[in-house]
């Protein structure tokens, strides 16, 4: 049967209390949705398109006014189910989108033609790269426009209107141009279900001259529309099973390795099934951190090469067979291409796809039917997870600070490690921030998200305002380097606007540390900013704001109990003064090694 797309409030996406946060897309829907008629003034493409948004689970949208989108706008502020978020740029309106797909399973945004589009594009691409279902919708030139040889605004001088296209079609998996009413529902709904099905952005553009226009294709509601459910082709799902069991069976002391597209798979789930039946010690590679829950029984921590956790690196590169489900090998998470990892030795499982070591692979065989599957054929084997305790050796306490002794970063993090709990969630920008963040101990049901394929520096202030709006019950608590901030600080302001309550712990080193440790030079050093300062301006009296700057172990302390305590339902900003060679050791040794592959000298011709 069809999945059908009705009410906001049947819009259930898969969720547990770790990971695949909503996951993509809408997984428990009503299957039939009563069609009733509705005025014919209100039958307009704005209209329709505000519904499909709210039908899907959208419910905030950020945008950019421009004079292309701003009868859309009108429409989009209509609908009672939809909230618009003015943003103060283009890309941080993505970054948001971005940031609330996380957490909602889908995200939308709305620029204006050209100058908007391609100011948001670095950040739809961003959310290509991680299979997050976003839909960017830009207001385009007036219908009548198309085919002639004007010259419009907001173009590159030139009659064609299909540079801001040609650009999308290279980061979005389904781009509609509507210009004319006739086909725009089903413009429109192919491209929100494609996002869906593929778990990766969308692009629509609607000619600025339409969404007022009543048509009779809006004409009744809700028009639901389907989307085919993806399953497995039977004799593969078996045979890859069969094949994958026999060599797992065989195997000493295997392991499993969660992916970061176990989220885009909805498969989180079902990989701690397997984990619970198989007794494998279960590791996670950075970018899937906040998946899985550190808490399970058998989890080892971060493998990660040689940056890995404690003892996680020996056990996983030891093991004789391990399974990695829905991963991304680059040279960032390969740490250069470092990883010490043997193809006869893997079982890589994609989201559509198996492949066992030298051996065979399975295509059109989904991971969560795959990873349920398996678990009932795998012999239990606990082994590798034994070996691990073993050796494990708990983590030492930082040194304890002398009185007014400068802040130091482990410092810094020991105290936030105490802020967590199921009513929070972690945002890691790029850089120093990874590596601290990724030894934090995930409480069950605090969230956790930074960019780490696309690797775009300031993307967390975006995402922080969008994560923190899809999920209004936890408070996000960020962790952005001074480099990074001074790219995307005016949505500070967004925050504001929306009443926030999020904690932003500014790491101000001076200049960009992690473009330091891969290759220096003066170009990393920055121009410091005031920055408590330039949040205080922005603040301006309008909104619940603190701020503060703290220099050593008392003043942090002192800031995080006002954070939590008579500041909690404020936005609080701390910035954290540290020493500009104060990194964590995992940096230095990342840093180190992706140099020397970013160094590799040409192959002889």
């Known amino acids: 049967m069809d999945t059908k797309i009705g009410s906001l409030d049947t819009c259930k996406a898969e969720s547990n209390n770790v990971g695949c946060p909503s996951n993509s897309g809408v997984s428990a829907i009503q299957s039939s949705v009563p069609t009733t008629c509705i005025n014919w003034s209100e039958s307009t493409l704005?209209?329709?398109?505000?519904?499909?948004?709210?039908?899907?689970?959208?419910?905030?949208?950020?945008?950019?006014?421009?004079?292309?989108?701003?009868?859309?706008?009108?429409?989009?502020?209509?609908?009672?189910?939809?909230?618009?978020?003015?943003?103060?740029?283009?890309?941080?309106?993505?970054?948001?989108?971005?940031?609330?797909?996380?957490?909602?399973?889908?995200?939308?945004?709305?620029?204006?033609?050209?100058?908007?589009?391609?100011?948001?594009?670095?950040?739809?691409?961003?959310?290509?790269?991680?299979?997050?279902?976003?839909?960017?919708i830009v207001g385009g030139p007036n219908s009548n426009d198309y085919g002639t040889n004007r010259i419009l605004h907001h173009t590159i001088g030139l009659p064609d209107f299909d540079q801001e296209?040609?650009?999308?079609?290279?980061?979005?998996?389904?781009?509609?141009?509507?210009?004319?009413?006739?086909?725009?529902?089903?413009?429109?709904?192919?491209?929100?279900?494609?996002?869906?099905?593929?778990?990766?952005?969308?692009?629509?553009?609607?000619?600025?001259?339409?969404?007022?226009?009543?048509?009779?294709?809006f004409s009744r509601e809700p028009v639901p529309f389907s989307l085919p459910p993806k399953v497995s082709n039977r004799m593969g799902l078996e045979a890859a099973v069969e094949e994958?069991?026999?060599?797992?069976?065989?195997?000493?002391?295997?392991?499993?390795?969660?992916?970061?597209?176990?989220?885009?798979?909805?498969?989180?789930?079902?990989?701690?099934?397997?984990?619970?039946?198989?007794?494998?010690?279960?590791?996670?590679?950075?970018?899937?951190?906040?998946?899985?829950?550190?808490?399970?029984?058998?989890?080892?921590?971060?493998?990660?090469?040689?940056v890995s956790t404690a003892f996680c690196n020996e056990i996983v590169e030891s093991a004789d067979a391990y399974l990695f489900a829905g991963p991304i090998f680059n040279d960032y998470s390969s740490v250069g291409y470092s990883l010490l990892l043997k193809k006869e030795k893997a079982i890589i499982v994609q989201p559509e796809r198996v492949i066992i070591a030298n051996g065979p692979a399975f295509g059109h065989v989904l991971m969560k039917e795959f990873l349920k599957a398996l678990a009932k054929k795998l012999k239990r084997n606990t082994t590798a997870h034994?070996?691990?305790?073993?050796?494990?050796?708990?983590?030492?306490?930082?040194?304890?600070?002398?009185?007014k002794e400068p802040l130091r970063v482990n410092v810094l993090f020991?105290?936030?490690?105490?802020?967590?709990?199921?009513?929070?969630?972690?945002?890691?920008?790029?850089?120093?921030?990874?590596?601290?963040?990724?030894?934090?101990?995930l409480p069950n049901g605090c969230g956790y998200e930074f960019q780490m394929q696309y690797g775009s520096i300031g993307w967390s202030v975006g995402a922080t305002l969008g994560y923190a709006q899809a999920v209004p019950e936890k408070r996000v608590i960020?962790?952005?380097?001074?480099?990074?901030?001074?790219?995307?600080?005016?949505?500070?302001?967004?925050?504001?606007?929306c009443e926030q309550r999020s904690v932003i712990f500014l790491i101000n080193n001076g200049g960009y540390t992690i473009e330091v440790e891969i290759h220096d030079g003066p170009y990393n050093v920055i121009k410091n900013w005031n920055y408590t300062g330039l949040v205080d301006a922005i603040h301006n009296g309008e909104g619940k704001c603190w701020t503060t700057k703290v220099l050593c172990e008392e003043d942090l302390i002192e800031a995080i109990e006002t954070a939590t305590g008579p500041k909690k339902d404020c936005l609080c900003f701390i910035e954290v003064i540290v020493h500009k060679d104060d990194t964590s050791k995992e940096l230095l040794e990342w840093g180190s090694r992706v140099s020397a592959a970013n160094s590799r000298p040409p192959n002889p011709q």
């Open 478 to 497: 960020a962790c952005i380097g001074d480099g990074s901030f001074q790219v995307t600080a005016q949505d500070v302001s967004t925050m504001l606007r």
């Open 244 to 306: 994958t069991a026999e060599f797992l069976n065989k195997a000493v002391k295997p392991v499993l390795v969660a992916g970061p597209k176990l989220r885009s798979s909805k498969a989180c789930e079902a990989f701690v099934e397997l984990a619970d039946a198989c007794g494998y010690a279960l590791a996670v590679m950075p970018s899937a951190k906040g998946l899985v829950s550190e808490h399970h029984p058998h989890f080892i921590g971060t493998y990660w090469g040689a």
């Open 46 to 136: 704005g209209r329709h398109l505000a519904r499909r948004l709210v039908q899907v689970g959208v419910t905030d949208v950020f945008s950019v006014p421009g004079d292309f989108n701003l009868t859309l706008l009108d429409h989009l502020i209509a609908e009672p189910g939809l909230n618009l978020i003015g943003c103060c740029n283009e890309l941080n309106a993505g970054y948001a989108a971005d940031g609330y797909a996380r957490s909602r399973g889908v995200g939308a945004c709305v620029v204006t033609f050209t100058v908007g589009g391609l100011s948001v594009i670095n950040a739809i691409a961003g959310a290509y790269s991680e299979n997050l279902p976003l839909i960017c």
């Open 165 to 217: 296209l040609r650009c999308f079609q290279t980061v979005t998996c389904y781009q509609a141009v509507v210009n004319h009413l006739e086909d725009a529902h089903e413009l429109i709904d192919t491209a929100i279900a494609t996002a869906l099905k593929e778990s990766k952005p969308v692009y629509i553009s609607i000619s600025c001259n339409l969404p007022a226009i009543p048509h009779p294709t």
């Open 414 to 441: 020991e105290h936030i490690q105490k802020m967590l709990s199921h009513e929070t969630a972690v945002i890691a920008e790029t850089g120093d921030s990874w590596f601290n963040c990724q030894k934090l101990k």
């Open 386 to 403: 034994e070996n691990y305790h073993r050796i494990y050796v708990p983590n030492g306490h930082p040194l304890k600070s002398a009185p």
